[in-house]
């Protein structure tokens, strides 16, 4: 994790929340061997990754975990990718914005 000091509230929850759903469903439906979690800032975006090499398969069509996650990620205007092809592992990436969320 590549951050200095805090970030806004709003942006700590949600990044929070995100990859913590992430760990859960890798350890629930990846059959993983190896997860990662990358966290940086730059150029006024947090960005989160969770990557894993598990089985892949992962569809927010089937459940609605991976849609709240969406949802709580634009409600502060920020975007999650997904790429979980099966057999191949799943990447879940999550770009939240720095600005003046919090009103301080």
Do not use: C, F, Q, W
Request: hydrophobic letters at 40%; a negative charge; proline letters at 4%.
């Amino acid at each position: 994790m590549r951050v200095e000091g805090r970030l806004p509230g709003p942006v700590e929850v949600t990044a929070y929340y995100v990859v913590s759903e992430a760990l859960t469903n890798t350890a629930k439906h990846a059959e993983a061997s190896i997860v990662r979690v990358d966290v940086d800032v730059r150029d006024g975006m947090l960005r989160a990754a969770v990557l894993d090499d598990g089985v892949g398969g992962a569809d927010p069509v089937r459940g609605s975990g991976l849609l709240g996650l969406k949802d709580r990620a634009e409600a502060i205007g920020g975007r999650i990718s997904l790429d979980s092809s099966h057999g191949a592992g799943t990447s879940l990436r999550v770009e939240l914005p720095l600005g003046d969320l919090d009103g301080s």
